[in-house]
C-alpha cells in the first residue's frame, strides 16, 4: 500500500468530506473555547508552585514554543484541505506510518483532555456542594458535551458563543478590580516584576519543568485545524484563524495570571488541595467575597463545559479521520444527518468517564500525560513541514526550515523538562502505538494486489 495520504473518495459516504459551514469568526470562537479564555484559572496553583512563582514567564515561554508550531499548522493548513490534522498533515509531510505515529501521539491528549476536563469542574464545583459525590459531576461533564455535540458543528458553535461571552464578561471584572488595586499602590515594585522575573527564586529547571503544564493551555491549534473540510474558505480560514488566536490567547493568558500573580506574597506556595483553587482564592480577595461562587461556576460550568464540549468534538473528528483512512475500524466512520461521528463520539464519552473516576485524584499528573502527547504530535508535525516543502518553489526558509527545527527543539525539551510519570506513561503509549503500526502496516501488505 502507497505511503500517501489516502484523500477522502466523494462518492463513498463512510469517507466523505465533511461540508463547508463555519466562517472565520467560528472558528476563531471554536479556537477560543478550545483553549478557553480562562484556562489558567484551573492550573495556576500547580504552575506557581512548579515554577516558584514565575507564572508570566512560564506562560510566555510556552507561547513562545508554541508559536513555532502554529507556525507549522498555518502553513501546512493552506497546503492540506482535510481534517485529520496533525495525522493528516504529518502523513502527507512523510507516509503514512508516521502520520499514524502523530495521530496516535495526540491521542493520548485527545482521549484524556475531555476526563481532565470533567475532574477540573468537580474539582471546582465539590467546595461549593459538599454534598454531591463527585462522580455525579464527572458524569454531567462527559454527558451534557456529547448530547450537544449529536446536534452537529453548528449548534455546537452556537452554544459556545453564549458561554465565550460569559467567560470574557468574568474575566474583565477580575481584571477592572486587579488594574484598580495596582493603580491605588496596593502592590509593591518588587510585586510587579516578581511574576516575570524573581532573583530569589529564579530557576531555569523550575520554570521549563511547569512549561508543559502552561502549554496545555495553547494546545487548541490541532483543534482549529481540524474544521479544514468545515471552514469556508478551507484551509486558508484555518491558517489565518490559527495566528489570529494566538495572538489573542497569549494576551490574555500572560495577562490573568501575571495580575493574580502580583498578589501572591512572594517566595509562598499553595500547599495540597490549596493549589487546586489557588485562583479562586487569590481572586476573590482581590474583588470580593461575592466573586467566589461566580469565578468558580463560571469556570466550572461555563469554560470547562465548554471547553469539553470543544474537546470531544475535536476527539471524534480526529478518530473518525483516521478510521475513514483505515487506520482505526470502519465503524467509527459512521455519521448522523447532522454529520456528527456518532459511534467515535460515543467511544471518547465512554473512555473520558471512565479516566476520569479513575483519575479524579491526581490532578497535576493527568496534565502533564495530557501535554505529553500533544507536545509529541507537535514534533513530529514540525518534521513534517520540513519534509513537505523540501523542494518546493514557494519555500520558506524561516517557515519551513528554521521555524519547525526551532520548534521542535523546544518542545522537546520541555518534554523532557516534565513529570517523570508522565513521561513513562507516555512513552509506554507511543510503544503501544509502534507496535500498532506495525500489525497495521502488515497488515495493508497482505491487503496489496499480487
Known amino acids: 500500500m502507497s505511503d500517501a495520504l489516502v484523500v477522502p473518495n466523494e ?8 461540508s463547508s459551514k463555519l466562517s472565520l469568526t467560528d472558528v ?44 507549522s499548522y498555518s502553513e501546512m493548513a493552506k497546503h492540506i484541505p482535510l481534517s485529520g490534522s496533525v495525522y493528516s498533515y504529518v502523513t502527507k509531510g512523510t507516509n503514512s506510518t508516521f502520520g499514524f505515529m502523530a495521530g496516535w501521539s495526540i491521542l ?73 488595586l495596582i493603580a491605588d499602590g496596593a502592590v509593591s515594585k518588587a510585586q510587579l516584576l516578581a511574576p516575570f522575573y524573581n532573583p530569589a527564586q529564579f530557576s ?59 498578589f501572591v506574597p512572594l517566595g509562598s506556595t ?45 476527539t471524534s473528528k480526529v478518530i473518525y479521520c483516521m478510521a475513514r483512512d483505515k487506520k482505526l475500524p470502519s465503524m467509527l466512520t459512521k455519521l448522523n444527518r447532522n454529520e456528527t461521528p456518532t459511534t467515535a463520539l460515543y467511544l471518547v464519552a465512554a473512555l473520558s468517564l471512565m479516566i476520569a473516576i479513575l483519575a479524579k485524584d491526581h490532578i497535576e499528573t493527568i496534565v502533564t500525560m495530557v501535554t505529553f502527547g500533544a507536545l509529541c504530535a507537535y514534533v513530529m508535525l514540525n518534521i513534517s513541514v520540513v519534509f513537505f516543502f523540501k523542494g518546493k518553489t514557494d519555500k520558506s526558509f524561516f517557515k519551513h526550515v528554521v521555524s519547525p527545527v526551532i520548534g521542535s527543539a523546544v518542545l522537546c525539551y520541555a518534554l523532557f523538562s516534565g513529570n517523570v510519570n508522565a513521561q513513562f506513561v507516555g512513552i509506554a503509549w507511543l510503544v503501544i502505538g509502534c507496535v500498532v503500526a506495525w500489525i497495521l502496516k502488515g497488515k495493508q501488505s497482505l491487503e496489496m494486489p499480487v
Do not use: C, R
Open 11 to 18: 462518492n463513498s459516504k463512510l469517507s466523505s468530506k465533511l
Open 28 to 71: 476563531i470562537v471554536y479556537g477560543l473555547l478550545y483553549f478557553g479564555p480562562i484556562a489558567p484559572i484551573a492550573v495556576f496553583g500547580a504552575i506557581h508552585n512548579i515554577s516558584n512563582g514565575l507564572t508570566a514567564l512560564t506562560y510566555t515561554l510556552a507561547a513562545i514554543a508554541m508559536l513555532f508550531s502554529a507556525i
Open 108 to 180: 493520548l491528549d485527545y482521549l484524556l483532555l475531555p476526563a481532565l476536563l470533567a475532574i477540573l469542574g468537580a474539582a471546582a464545583l465539590q467546595p461549593l456542594f459538599p454534598e454531591v459525590d463527585k462522580t455525579v459531576w464527572l458524569v454531567i461533564f462527559v454527558a451534557v458535551p456529547m448530547i450537544v455535540n449529536l446536534f452537529g458543528i453548528t449548534v455546537n458553535v452556537n452554544v459556545g458563543k453564549v458561554l465565550l461571552i460569559i467567560q470574557l464578561v468574568v474575566l474583565s471584572i477580575f481584571v477592572v478590580f486587579s488594574v484598580g
Open 204 to 262: 531555569v529547571s523550575a520554570v521549563f519543568g511547569a512549561v508543559p503544564i502552561a502549554a496545555l493551555s495553547f494546545i487548541g491549534f490541532d483543534a482549529v485545524s481540524t474544521l479544514n473540510e468545515e471552514a469556508k474558505g478551507g484551509g486558508k480560514t484555518v491558517s489565518t484563524a490559527t495566528m489570529l488566536l494566538l495572538v489573542i490567547v497569549t494576551v490574555l493568558f500572560v495577562g490573568q495570571v501575571y495580575l493574580v500573580s502580583v
Open 270 to 314: 499553595f500547599e495540597g488541595a490549596d493549589a487546586d483553587v489557588a485562583f479562586y482564592t487569590v481572586s476573590t480577595q482581590i474583588v470580593g467575597a461575592w466573586f467566589l461562587p461566580v469565578v468558580t461556576l463560571t469556570n466550572a460550568l461555563i469554560a470547562l463545559m465548554a471547553n469539553a464540549l470543544m474537546s470531544q468534538a475535536t
